[in-house]
């Protein structure tokens, strides 16, 4: 048995199933109508504005390219995109729980409708993905992660995610991703199949056992005529 697949199967867990993501969604909801809350960031703010601040300085792409934020749960990164005057946002998730919270969030935040835009999807579903055309930036954070936890077929699945990113990114384009459950060469390792490694962007780090790690990876990767 391959190390790849005793870590899938170690790693499976709820987190990987709509079924948690609508619950959870349902709830910040809920919060975000009695409180104003409009719930977690994840992997923390900071890990959120070193990637905007990369797309919107060290990119090379107009403000009017589009961008792409899959699993985009409460939407937060585009909005912050939107305010920095990025006008051709897309974010898409399989729970329309987050969805909703993503929609009620952009409108009290009175972003132009033009800029910003919410919809349902799958990106593992290869009919889905084909009618939402090409982007200059694909984003994930988390997304990958989950796919990876999933009960059911995780390594399947996530051999259709790196096909469906990829066809998603535009040549010359960009794919960033940031995860927690995968190290800097383990993703490298993976996306590297389809994708030229362009920069790994700096991330907060521990040391422990006299090694020192990093709490979450960000690494950005192009899309590169072969």
Same mark, same amino acid.
């Given at each position: 048995?391959?190390?790849?697949?005793?870590?899938?199967?170690?790693?499976?867990?709820? +987190?990987? /199933?709509? !079924?948690?993501? #609508?619950?959870? *969604?349902? %709830?910040?909801?809920?919060?975000?109508?009695?409180?104003?809350?409009?719930?977690?960031?994840?992997? $923390?703010?900071?890990?959120?504005?070193?990637?905007?601040?990369?797309?919107?300085?060290?990119?090379? %792409?107009?403000? !009017?390219?589009?961008?792409?934020?899959? @699993?985009? @749960?409460?939407?937060?990164?585009?909005? &912050?995109?939107?305010? &920095?005057?990025?006008?051709? %946002? =897309?974010?898409?998730?399989?729970?329309?729980?987050?969805? #909703?919270?993503?929609?009620?969030?952009?409108?009290?935040?009175?972003?132009?409708?033009?800029?910003?835009?919410?919809?349902? =999807?799958?990106?593992?579903?290869?009919? !889905?993905? #084909?009618? +939402?055309?090409?982007?200059?930036? /694909?984003?994930?954070?988390?997304? *990958?992660?989950?796919?990876?936890?999933?009960?059911?077929?995780?390594?399947?699945?996530? &051999?259709?995610?790196? !096909?469906?990113?990829? $066809? =998603?990114?535009? #040549? @010359?384009?960009?794919?960033?991703?940031?995860?927690? $459950?995968?190290? &800097?060469?383990? %993703?490298?390792?993976?996306?590297?199949?389809?994708?030229?490694?362009?920069?790994?962007?700096?991330?907060? /780090?521990?040391?422990?056992?006299?090694?020192?790690?990093?709490?979450?990876?960000?690494?950005?990767?192009?899309?590169? =005529?072969?």
């Amino acid at each position: 048995m391959s190390q790849e697949i005793q870590k899938d199967q170690i790693n499976n867990s709820e +987190l990987g /199933t709509k !079924e948690f993501w #609508d619950r959870s *969604y349902s %709830l910040e909801i809920q919060n975000y109508k009695n409180h104003g809350d409009v719930g977690e960031i994840w992997f $923390n703010e900071y890990s959120q504005v070193r990637v905007i601040k990369w797309i919107k300085n060290s990119s090379g %792409l107009s403000q !009017e390219k589009r961008i792409l934020d899959i @699993g985009c @749960g409460n939407g937060m990164m585009l909005v &912050e995109l939107a305010k &920095e005057g990025f006008q051709n %946002l =897309l974010g898409v998730d399989y729970s329309q729980q987050a969805i #909703d919270l993503a929609r009620s969030i952009a409108k009290d935040q009175k972003l132009n409708s033009m800029r910003i835009e919410y919809q349902p =999807l799958d990106i593992l579903v290869t009919e !889905e993905v #084909d009618k +939402l055309g090409k982007f200059g930036i /694909t984003h994930d954070k988390g997304t *990958y992660d989950a796919i990876c936890m999933c009960p059911e077929n995780p390594t399947t699945k996530r &051999e259709k995610y790196l !096909e469906n990113i990829y $066809n =998603l990114t535009e #040549d @010359g384009g960009f794919f960033i991703i940031t995860s927690c $459950n995968w190290t &800097e060469d383990e %993703l490298k390792e993976t996306f590297s199949k389809k994708f030229q490694l362009k920069l790994v962007l700096p991330t907060a /780090t521990f040391k422990f056992g006299g090694k020192i790690g990093n709490v979450v990876t960000t690494i950005v990767f192009q899309k590169t =005529l072969k």
